[in-house]
């Protein structure tokens, strides 16, 4: 498995190339450890990396759970440090965000939602938790925005970005063209697979991947 903690890295080249079932050589080189193995399952398991974290919540942020979870680069209230509930906590403003990596409570919609090919059946599970607990404080006219804490739910000093919610926590304000478009891009690449055909069919992409040695699947067919 390749580390990189934002689910991010895992999601933005998935976007416009189709992974599955084609290697490199240094997936080929581990294909006698670990059979069948590509990139796409490399996200994969990110994405279930991600989830379990969430599950586990090994430093306690409110929200975590099977349902709610998804941390990568995105808006954060600020950066600064406050006690909550005898606790100091350290929050971020603009950051990247992974498990056990300036992780601050702050969940983004984009870095589950933009996993859906990987994990559909948990990335629907999630969105439709999101909508049925937070609803309109954090999904409003263009979908969901960028960023929320529920762990902030008072905050003792200015805020960088976002306002307070009572009952919510920290939300944003704003939306970001950089994580909703993978969402977009997504859902259509799970649904019907249409950015991932026209890719296959565009040459300076095809020959980039032969010449990187990626080989295999649907490669070898063009």
């Known amino acids: 498995h390749l580390h990189f903690p934002p689910l991010f890295g895992h999601e933005y080249s998935h976007m416009y190339i189709d992974f599955r079932g084609i290697r490199d050589r240094w997936l080929r080189d581990q294909q006698a450890e670990i059979p069948g193995f590509d990139y796409f399952q490399n996200s994969v ?3 279930d990396a991600q989830r379990k974290y969430a599950i586990d919540n090994p430093m306690g942020w409110a929200g975590y759970s099977e349902n709610v ?5 995105c808006d954060g209230p600020g950066d600064f440090r406050q006690v909550i509930e ?8 603009y950051s990247a965000r992974g498990p056990g990596d300036r992780d601050d409570g702050t969940i983004a919609p984009t870095a589950a939602l933009a996993s859906l090919p990987f994990a559909p059946t948990h990335v629907l599970a999630c969105l439709k938790a999101l909508k049925a607990r937070y609803g309109a404080a954090i999904y409003t006219r263009y979908g ?3 960023s929320f804490n529920p762990t902030l739910t008072v905050r ?3 805020l960088q970005h976002g306002r307070i919610v009572p009952g919510i926590g920290w939300v944003d304000s704003d939306y970001l063209g950089i994580d909703q478009g993978p969402i977009v891009i997504q859902i259509e690449n799970h649904r019907s697979e249409i950015v991932w055909k026209a890719m296959r069919g565009e040459p300076n992409l095809v020959r980039g991947l032969k010449r990187a040695g990626f080989t295999g699947g649907w490669l ?3």
């Open 156 to 158: 003792d000093g200015p």
């Open 220 to 222: 070898d067919n063009t």
């Open 86 to 93: 005898g606790r100091e906590r350290q929050f971020f403003s």
């Open 69 to 73: 979870w998804g941390l990568t680069a």
């Open 144 to 146: 969901f925005l960028d």
């Open 45 to 47: 398991r990110a994405v």
